[in-house]
C-alpha cells in the first residue's frame, strides 16, 4: 500500500480523471509503483517508477506537471528518484533506445523537455532500464501496441536478466516479431 501523502498528491492534481491505455493515468501510475515492488526493486526505485511520467514523456501528453515543480516533488519522493522520474520523462525515445542496444557506457541521451543533451551515471542508465521495461509490461496488454520500441524493450529483458526476461515473455505474443 502505497503512503497516504502520495495518494493524495496524485488525487490534488487530479490524474484519476486522465485517460490512460484503457484506464487512468493515476490506476496506471499505482501499477507501475506496485509492480516495481514486486519484482523486489528498493523503494527509492518503485517511487521513481511511481512518478515516472510525472513531466509527460514523448508519448504520453495528456497529463503533465510544470518542471518549475521539481523540488516539491523531490521532497515528496527524494532526490534520486526524482532525477530517475526527470530522465525518463526528458529522454527521447530514440537516442535512449540507441543505447539500449549499444550497451556500454558512457550513456548520452536528447534531452526532449530542456534541449541539449542528458550524461547519464551507469547505475541510473540501469535503473531506466528497469523502470521503462516495468512501465511497459504493465500496460502494453491494454494498449495491444505490442511493435511500440519492441527491440529496445526485447533488449532491455536480456540484459536485465531471466526473472525479467520471463516477465516479458509472458506479456508479447510471440508470433508477433
Not at 527524494?78 to 525518463?88: I, T, V
Not at 526528458?90 to 557506457?105: N, W
Request: proline share 4%; aromatic share 12%.
Amino acid at each position: 500500500m502505497p503512503r497516504q501523502d502520495l495518494v493524495d498528491f496524485f488525487r490534488a492534481l487530479d490524474t484519476s480523471g486522465v485517460s490512460h491505455t484503457g484506464g487512468t493515468y493515476m490506476g496506471h501510475c499505482f501499477a507501475v509503483y506496485r509492480d516495481m515492488q514486486a519484482w523486489g526493486y528498493e523503494e527509492e526505485l518503485a517511487l521513481a517508477g511511481l512518478f515516472h511520467s510525472i513531466y509527460g514523456t514523448e508519448l504520453f501528453q495528456r497529463f503533465k506537471l510544470d518542471l518549475d515543480r521539481r523540488d516539491e516533488v523531490r521532497a515528496l519522493i527524494g532526490e534520486r528518484a526524482e532525477r530517475l522520474a526527470y530522465l525518463n520523462c526528458a529522454v527521447r525515445y530514440e537516442s535512449f533506445d540507441a543505447e539500449v542496444l549499444r550497451g556500454t557506457p558512457p550513456y548520452s541521451m536528447e534531452n526532449r523537455l530542456e534541449g541539449g543533451r542528458i550524461e547519464v551515471a551507469a547505475e541510473d542508465f540501469e535503473d531506466l532500464l528497469r523502470m521503462q521495461l516495468v512501465d511497459r509490461l504493465e500496460q502494453v496488454p491494454r494498449s495491444e501496441k505490442y511493435e511500440f520500441r519492441r527491440p529496445a524493450f526485447e533488449a532491455m529483458a536480456r540484459r536485465l536478466g531471466p526473472k525479467a526476461q520471463a516477465a516479458f515473455d509472458a506479456v508479447y505474443p510471440t508470433a508477433v516479431s
